[in-house]
């Protein structure tokens, strides 16, 4: 099956102190249907609003016409001043491929996103990075150079002239950029002083630009040019990073405002530490920092990672408790509280498209619902959930392994198999609720029409694609648990023997879990009317069945000769 193209839009308005004029601006967004509109982010001193909605790829390009469009009208570039580079009231608009989109698809959305704006609203249009129509166009700083205030009289040089819309200055509008761009993470770091001097320092030492070279005194010396006359620039630390310093009134210190450019090649947690490592060789300090706008998942665990990894801890946790720890260390919520649920997009997204799930119950409601009247939540529910336990608790065991006094040097050994038994966790709480959702599709299909031979036909072929997948499902739940086994039985052998009858019961319990999971592989193949595919089915189900209790039955025989023979 195919994934469904997801887009997202990360608008930049030059308003960030009117709250109705950022209050048309998100109605305007609003207004499509299919978008969703993730986070509003108002700067006061910057006098910017950062602007992330996300959605399918044309109802995306439709919002931010719209919300171009409000700019425009609510906007008077004239009269703007701010912190932040800016040249126009929409200043820059990037589309960035989330998922089931190419680099290149989002690239030709830009273009036509870019063309109806330039033509439809009569704003010069340029656009930049994987859009670029030219290697000189690419970069945003270049484009942007001499701001607003420069921008009439650069758009008279030929190699200016705007890709899209008028080539004569819009007063009131200023100019628009539109791009597609992978993920960019917009990140301050707090530092304690209100010297921009001292924060342009750092910000000089780590951005991928570095500083301007000179001979004899780095600060007053005479600037070295290459043969076109252009300066020439000492390299900075880190790749793929964007920096300058600025001092925030409203915060009452100066920051460290980078772009990281590319995660891939230096995320958040890189970026934070080579400014702390700057900062302290200055006579600086950090106090934390602030994300603007939204950040991958991954990001804020890829961090967390790094600092269990500082503190010789596992990092076979729950990914909730990661990113907490992540947070913490990185001092994301020292300026103000930092909601998981707004700030991450995975979890911004599911917050958006909320929807009741069994896994979110209490233990005593899930158990509660599955005594009810209703036949779901069933077995194949309830095998996954068993799974789910059996290897969260050979997870427990791997943790307080990788946490046992005496056994540093085998932490790192532990703390990849607890990763491995928290991903295998994972991977069950969301079969609960596949088991149970392929249960209704199942039954919806039952009641499609059949008045004619067409619709009986259509209703046949929906009943045995619903069927197979009512099948599947348990079918990954018995795979699952053979691959959690394999933790399991690692913890039984090697882990801390005081848990070793933890192992064992997180045996017992996916093997339960495998069983249950068969009977229900079964119970929906025995319909199917492909014979080849039901006869596949039952085969795969018979061999994980056997495979599975025998792995059980040698862990289980292990741990009990480890407890009546300890030693």
């Known amino acids: 099956m195919a994934e469904k193209p997801l887009l997202e ?17 998100e109605e305007a967004i609003r207004s499509v249907d299919g978008v969703t509109l993730l986070d509003v ?14 959605g399918a790829p044309e109802v995306v390009c439709e919002a931010a016409f719209r919300a171009i469009a ?12 701010g912190a932040h580079p800016r040249m126009g009231a929409t200043d820059v608009c990037p589309l960035v491929p989330v998922a089931g989109l190419s680099m290149e698809e989002a690239a030709a959305w830009a273009h036509k996103l870019a063309r109806r704006v330039g033509e439809a609203l009569n704003i010069p249009v340029y656009c930049y990075e994987y859009a670029a129509t030219a290697p000189h166009r690419r970069n945003l700083a270049d484009i942007r150079a001499g701001e607003y205030e420069g921008l009439e009289k650069k758009m008279q040089q030929p190699e200016w002239r ?8 819009n007063a009131r509008s200023g100019a628009t950029v539109i791009g597609a761009r992978h993920f960019l993470i917009a990140y301050n770091v707090n530092l304690n002083t209100t010297s921009v001097r001292r924060a342009n320092a750092v910000a000089f030492d780590v951005r991928e630009r570095g500083r301007i070279k000179r001979t004899g005194d780095p600060l007053t010396g005479p600037v070295v040019r290459d043969e076109n006359g252009a300066p020439v620039y000492e390299p900075g630390l880190l790749k793929s990073v964007k920096a300058i310093g600025w001092y925030i009134p409203e915060y009452g210190c100066a920051q460290i405002s980078m772009n990281l450019t590319n995660p891939d090649v230096c995320d958040i947690h890189e970026a934070y530490e080579a400014v702390k490592k700057q900062a302290e060789a200055r006579g600086l300090r950090v106090t934390g920092s602030e994300l603007v706008g939204l950040i991958p998942k991954n990001s804020l665990l890829k961090a967390g990672r790094y600092y269990l990894k500082l503190q010789q801890r596992s990092a076979g946790l729950p990914e909730k ?31 958006a498209d909320a929807k009741p799930r069994l896994v979110d119950k209490s233990v005593q409601d899930f158990v509660y619902e599955t005594a009810s009247e209703s036949p779901a939540p069933g077995g194949g529910s309830v095998a996954a959930l068993c799974g789910a336990m059996g290897a969260a608790l050979a997870t427990m065991v791997a943790n307080l392994s990788a946490h046992k006094r005496g056994w540093d040097d085998r932490w790192e050994y532990f703390s990849q198999w607890a990763e491995k038994g928290q991903h295998l966790a994972d991977s069950f709480l969301e079969l609960v609720d596949a088991d149970t959702q392929a249960f209704h599709d199942l039954m919806a299909c039952f009641q499609l029409p059949k008045a004619t031979e067409e619709e009986k036909e259509i209703r046949q072929k929906a009943i045995e694609e619903a069927t197979e997948r009512a099948a599947l499902v348990p079918l990954e739940v018995m795979r699952q648990g053979l691959k959690s086994l394999e933790v ?73 000769q480890k407890i009546h023979h300890p030693g």
Do not use: W
Not at 13 to 19: A, I, Q, T, V, Y
Not at 48 to 53: G, I, Y
Not at 73 to 80: N, S, T, Y
């Open 9 to 25: 839009c990360v608008p930049n308005f030059s308003e960030g102190r009117d709250k109705s004029v950022i209050h048309d601006i």
């Open 321 to 351: 408790e990661i990113i907490r720890l992540a947070v913490a260390s990185l001092g994301l919520d020292a300026l103000k509280p930092f909601d998981v649920s707004k700030k991450i997009i995975e979890y911004a997204v599911e917050a």
């Open 488 to 560: 399991a039985e690692a913890m039984a052998r090697e882990g801390l023997e005081a848990s070793a009858s933890d192992a064992g019961c997180a045996a017992l319990a996916l093997k339960a879990a495998v069983q249950g999971a068969g009977l229900n592989v079964r119970i929906n193949a025995r319909n199917l009317q492909n014979a080849e595919r039901r006869e596949a089915l039952l085969r795969q189900t018979e061999e994980l069945e056997k495979e599975v209790a025998k792995k059980a039955e040698e862990i289980y025989s292990l741990v009990c």
């Open 162 to 169: 705007p890709d899209y819309g008028p080539h004569t200055f």
């Open 70 to 81: 409000r700019a425009a009208e609510r906007i008077d570039m004239r009269r703007h001043k």
């Open 41 to 54: 982010d108002m700067g006061y001193d910057t006098h910017r609003t950062v602007m992330t909605f996300v």
